[in-house]
């Protein structure tokens, strides 16, 4: 399907057959684009589908190779991301800019900071004024208060304070809600939605469709650099979309295949932490994926990072292949077998300045080790290649491209790759799909099928019930630092499972 860019009156922002390369990799080809003033546009696509480029380019991060852009009917041209904020253009990452040792007013007016008539800091007018700011959007912290003690919700309030401060009239979201509650979400769409009321415009880059649809107004959808198509969103579905992005039917989105589980692999019992964990256990084996549900602050973060040993737990035990363990570090469950992918892939599982190909072998340099500790560069290349191949890791060059530069989901395939080349016997998966796209997660899936199909004990950590729900042989719910109940396959209900991470133990 070719571009359908709507006929719009008020058009504030237009893009016209932009295209850009990365040392000879074309990554957008002749894209157009067209966003109305006032209105909340959906933009979609895999990862590597070119919405990070494209954003960059309208936020004078990184220049245009060829095409145009016009900003309220005027030519726009950014030198810089201070020039496209001067003109109204502001990106919110998904990764937060805020330097948290700071006040919620510091940030706010790191850029330019109040002065008194000696020239210092007018504190107090700064603190009022950043409170003034913050009444306005419902929010109630102090402007005193240091970011690194605030939840992400009251975060990104403070950012979107920020844009409206510099008087935005294009506001960028790239995948807002990843690290929200349900509450905090709601009240963001709130947010989006009185400000599309007062005629700011919104890019919403997002992978959950339902949101998408929820909120916005058009969708438009980008697929291997080109726009495949931009319309209204009650002309499309959730189904044409997701086609669409990936150019082929997807006819499950869940590919669950029948395992004949094996011996117990792991065994936790009586798993105790402070206040965070209580006598939890829980056993895996061989060729099984268990699934571990449950609301934010539940504990499930907590109780895969203390049995791999990143923190201490209080009390309990672990048995590996029928043996206590009296050992607890990474590296000892590394030699073992056992992997572990964190939730948070950029501060704990990336390198972000090193290479793709650093990345991907850091886990399996034993494996690669020639005399006197060298590396094996044949060797490396070889089974960085192939990690590549296997998960289709968008890159234009391995050995130049650094981690940083992937797209979200190509970061968390880098991550989960590293571990695929150690050849798991146990794969410990904290929301191992957050931030990718359909087509990448139905991908994702059919690997971690292999590896169980091959004898690999999995547990799978996930916010979102129906994945879980789609691809778990069992699936254990917490409430509270506790395992409130387990579920075979057979008796999956997601009543029952959201009744227990919220009352508990029935």
């Known amino acids: 399907m070719g571009e359908e860019v709507p006929a719009v009156s008020e058009v504030l922002l237009s893009i016209e057959d932009i295209e850009k390369s990365f040392s000879g990799v074309a990554v957008l080809e002749c894209v157009s684009m067209k966003l109305k003033k006032g209105s909340v546009l959906g933009l979609v696509g895999e990862n590597g589908a070119g919405k990070s480029t494209l954003m960059n380019i309208l936020g004078g991060i990184v220049p245009r190779d060829n095409g145009s852009m016009s900003l309220a009917g005027s030519e726009y041209s950014p030198n810089g991301p201070i020039e496209a ?37 007018a504190y107090k007018s ?84 339902d949101d998408v649809f929820r909120l916005c107004d058009e969708i438009a959808v980008l697929r291997d650099g080109r726009m495949i198509t931009q319309k209204a969103t009650r002309d499309l579905s959730k189904d044409q979309v997701i086609s669409l992005m990936v150019g082929r039917e997807l006819s499950k989105l869940f590919p669950y295949v029948e395992k004949s589980p094996g011996k117990e692999v792991l065994r936790f019992e009586d798993i105790s932490q402070g206040k965070t964990l209580h006598n939890i256990g829980l056993a895996l084996r061989e060729g099984e994926i268990v699934g571990l549900f449950g609301l934010m602050g539940a504990g499930r973060s907590e109780f895969v990072k203390a049995i791999f040993g990143v923190d201490k737990f209080d009390s309990g035990e672990v ?43 850091l886990a399996h340099l034993n494996q690669i080790k020639g005399p006197l500790n060298s590396i094996r560069v044949r060797s490396e290349n070889s089974a960085s290649d192939r990690v590549i191949e296997q998960l289709r890791i968008r890159t234009y060059d391995k ?52 590896l169980a199909l091959d004898k690999t004990a999995i547990l799978f950590i996930s916010s979102e019930m129906e994945e879980l729900m789609g691809v778990c042989d069992r699936i254990c719910v917490m409430c509270r ?20 991470a919220i009352e508990g133990a029935m």
């Open 85 to 121: 904020a001067r003109k109204g253009i502001v990106f919110i990452h998904q990764e937060l800019n805020l330097f948290t040792n700071l006040s919620v007013a510091e940030n706010m007016f790191l850029e330019k900071y109040p002065r008194g008539i000696a020239g210092g800091i």
């Open 126 to 209: 700064m603190y009022s004024e950043a409170q003034r700011m913050l009444r306005a959007l419902g929010e109630t912290v102090s402007p005193r208060a240091l970011v690194a003690d605030l939840p992400m919700g009251t975060r990104q309030m403070i950012e979107i304070s920020k844009a409206l401060k510099e008087d935005a009239k294009i506001i960028i979201f790239d995948e807002p809600t990843t690290s929200l509650s349900t509450k905090e979400k709601e009240r963001l769409f709130a947010i989006i939605k009185d400000l599309s009321s007062q005629e700011v415009s919104i890019i919403y880059i997002s992978h959950m469709l």
């Open 319 to 361: 048995f590996f292949k029928g043996e206590k363990v009296k050992r607890f570090d990474p590296s000892t469950w590394i030699e073992n077998g056992v992997a572990l992918i964190t939730e948070n892939r950029r501060e704990e599982g990336l390198l972000l300045p090193k290479s793709i190909k650093d990345n991907l072998v």
């Open 399 to 450: 050995n130049e491209q650094q981690a940083v530069m992937l797209s979200g989901g190509n970061q968390q395939k880098t991550v989960i790759g590293k571990w695929l080349l150690t050849k798991p016997k146990v794969f410990l998966l904290d929301e191992p799909t957050r931030g990718i796209d359909v087509g990448a997660k139905y991908e994702l899936y059919n690997h971690f099928n292999d």
């Open 481 to 500: 630092g506790r395992i409130a109940g387990e579920l075979d396959r057979g008796k999956f209900d997601q009543e029952t499972i959201l009744k227990l």
